[in-house]
C-alpha cells in the first residue's frame, strides 16, 4: 500500500502538505463514509468500537486498489484534569484495506513521550538536536505472515529540514527520506 496515510496525516494535524518520491504516481480520491463497502466498515467498527470514523480515501497505486479511513479515538482520561493541567488530546488511527477488505495497515498517531526509547535514541544518534513532529505506530498485516511493527515519524533536523523515518522497534533505521515542504 502507498505511504498516503502519512500526508494524510500531517494535513490533517499540520494544515500543510509533504512531497515524498514516488506519489506522483498515486491516485487518491476522498470517499463518503457512507460509500466505503460494507464488510470494510464493519471490520473497522469490530476492530475499534470505541473509535468514530471521520473520513475515507479510496486509492490506487502500484500494488492496486485499497481504501483507508481515519478514526479519531477520543481520550479517555482515566481521572479529571486538575485546574490548569492540559489533558491529553485525541488520537487518529488510519488503516489500510486491500480492495477484497482485507486491513494491510494501521497506523496509531502516538504522543512524542510514548515514542519507545530505542526509536528515539535511534533519532537523537542521527540527528542530533532534532525534533519529532509526528509520530506514528505502524503494524504491517499480512495474511499468513507474522505482524511487523515499525515507527513513522516526521523529525525537523536541526537545520530545520524535515525528514520522514522507518524505524523498527529495536531503534534501526530501515528507511530514511528528505522531505520536501510544499506550499498548498
Known amino acids: 500500500m502507498s505511504n498516503a496515510w502519512i500526508q494524510s496525516a500531517v494535513a490533517l494535524l499540520f494544515g500543510t502538505w509533504l512531497a515524498l518520491p514516488g ?49 479519531l479515538v477520543k481520550h479517555a482520561a482515566p481521572k479529571p484534569a486538575k485546574k490548569g493541567e492540559i489533558p491529553p488530546p485525541d488520537r ?41 513532529e509526528m509520530a506514528l505506530e505502524q503494524a504491517h498485516e499480512t495474511p499468513g505472515v507474522k ?10 533536523k536541526a537545520d530545520k529540514k524535515k525528514v520522514h523515518l522507518t524505524i523498527d522497534p529495536k531503534g534501526k533505521i530501515l528507511k530514511e527520506e528528505a522531505v520536501k515542504e510544499e506550499k498548498k
Open 23 to 71: 506519489w506522483a504516481e498515486d491516485i487518491e480520491e476522498d470517499l463518503p463514509l457512507g460509500k466505503v463497502p460494507k464488510p470494510i466498515m464493519k471490520t473497522v467498527k469490530d476492530r475499534f468500537p470505541d473509535a468514530k470514523p471521520v473520513s475515507a480515501v479510496y486509492g490506487q497505486d502500484k500494488e492496486g486498489a485499497y481504501y483507508e479511513v481515519a478514526l
Open 147 to 156: 505482524q511487523k511493527l515499525t515507527f513513522d515519524l516526521l523529525v525537523a
Open 92 to 132: 487518529h488511527i488510519f488503516i489500510v484495506f486491500d480492495a477484497a477488505g482485507v486491513v494491510h495497515e494501521i497506523s496509531k498517531e502516538l504522543a512524542v513521550k510514548d515514542v519507545p526509547e530505542p526509536v528515539a535514541k535511534a533519532i537523537s544518534g542521527k540527528f542530533p538536536k532534532s525534533t519529532i
